[in-house]
Nanobody, 115 residues
Framework: QVYLRESGGGLAQAGGSLRLSCAASGLNFAIHAMRWYRQAPGNQREFVAAISSRGATNYTDSVKGRFTISRVNGRNTLFLQMDNLKPEDTAVYYC?????????WGQGTQVTVSS
């Protein structure tokens, strides 16, 4: 069974930084693309960033230049470095992967950015 567990959320001021982590187990982490999504109250879950097994990255426009997705395959861990945070970044952040036709999600970690 695939398990994903996010950590690192919390409260930050606008302009501040947070670093999210996602620990993965139950899969060959190195060969799987990994993604971050977020969901703000009253909104649908939205894509934030992705990283391929080879390290290629892409981001939604609203976080380009501020967020950095990375991975350490030897630690089965995914990261999201979030800099220059804005109040509109407030959301629950989830990591995600797809394996054998199934989508897997963590429980999420809350990020709150005050103005």
């Amino acid at each position: 069974q695939v398990y994903l567990r996010e950590s690192g959320g919390g409260l930050a001021q606008a302009g501040g930084s947070l670093r999210l982590s996602c620990a993965a187990s139950g899969l060959n982490f190195a060969i799987h693309a990994m993604r971050w999504y977020r969901q703000a109250p009253g909104n649908q879950r939205e894509f934030v960033a992705a990283i391929s097994s080879r390290g290629a990255t892409n981001y939604t426009d609203s976080v380009k230049g501020r967020f950095t997705i990375s991975r350490v395959n030897g630690r089965n861990t995914l990261f999201l470095q979030m800099d220059n945070l804005k109040p509109e970044d407030t959301a629950v952040y989830y990591c995600n992967t797809n394996s054998r036709g199934n989508a897997f999600w963590g429980q999420g970690t809350q990020v709150t950015v005050s103005s």
